[in-house]
């Protein structure tokens, strides 16, 4: 059975009534739920964690290598800031893939760089919720 790693990063939480303009009404439950159903389904197992901190997400993924057999990150702001999340995803040598709600190159200059995407095999943005279960077909595939 393969373990991925759902990982999502600070403000997520707060998805549902988060800016809805942008982000929508799925809640974070509502797409970790999702997710896991659809893991279950691949016969895959799905553990879904969120933290406003960079250093656990960071921790976490060092954690993650030789457990879990793919992540799917969503950093947030901190896909903008973030070479400590980078370096760690690099480190745990878990292939990855970066997803964002909305169309970040859509949106405000500082958040069309990612620093953690090259650290990833492939990103997926602006697709909604449904960016999440692309990305864990992807993997599973
Ligand atoms: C986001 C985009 C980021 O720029 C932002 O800071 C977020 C959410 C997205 O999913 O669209 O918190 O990662």
Known sequence: ???????????????????????????????????????KAKNADLTAIQSEDEGFLARTICLAKGVYDGIIINPAAYTHTSVAIHD???????????????????????????LTASACVGQICGLG????????????D
């Open 1 to 39: 059975m393969k373990k991925i790693l759902l990982l999502n990063g600070p403000n997520l939480g707060l998805l549902g009534t988060r800016e809805v303009q942008i982000y929508g009404k799925t809640t974070l439950r509502d797409i970790e739920n999702a997710v896991r159903e659809a893991a």
């Open 88 to 114: 760690a995803l690099l480190a745990s040598e878990i292939p990855a893939i970066e997803v964002h709600i909305s169309n970040i190159h859509k949106r405000e200059g500082y958040r069309h760089e990612s």
């Open 129 to 140: 919720a449904k960016g999440y279960l692309l990305a864990l077909d992807a993997l599973l």
